[in-house]
Nanobody, 122 residues
């Protein structure tokens, strides 16, 4: 399984971006999908996750109410809509896929994309 994340860029505080994560195989439609991020000098952290059907989602407190995770299984693609961006959201964003039902646990994510850089200026 390969994941391709895109949609990053340079924006100003308060702006919006939508990240996309395209999967190479239809089997990913049965996996949980998640977004993680890593800021310079910091460890990778969880951002948001969604179960295989899109019926359940989970967010980090730092993005709750601003970010929305979704997916389109017909297109084998996941999304992360990011609104009201802040400079502290600056990071490389990674999408990942988790086979099985433990999509809300970081250790369940076996497949990772290459990352897309989001830079938010103040």
């Amino acid at each position: 399984v390969q994941l391709q994340a895109c949609g990053g860029g340079l924006v100003q505080a308060g702006d919006s971006l939508r990240l996309s994560c395209a999967a190479s195989e239809r089997t990913v439609s049965t996996y949980g999908m998640g977004w993680f991020r890593q800021a310079p000098g910091k460890e990778r952290e969880f951002v948001a996750a969604i179960n295989w059907s899109g019926g359940s989602t989970y967010y980090a407190d730092s993005v709750k109410g601003r970010f929305t995770i979704s997916r389109d299984n017909g297109k084998n693609t996941g999304y992360l809509q990011m609104n009201s961006l802040k400079p502290e959201d600056t990071a490389v964003y990674y999408c990942a896929a988790a086979p099985g039902s433990s999509w809300f646990i970081r250790e369940a994510y076996d497949y990772w994309g290459q990352g897309t850089l989001v830079t938010v200026s103040s």
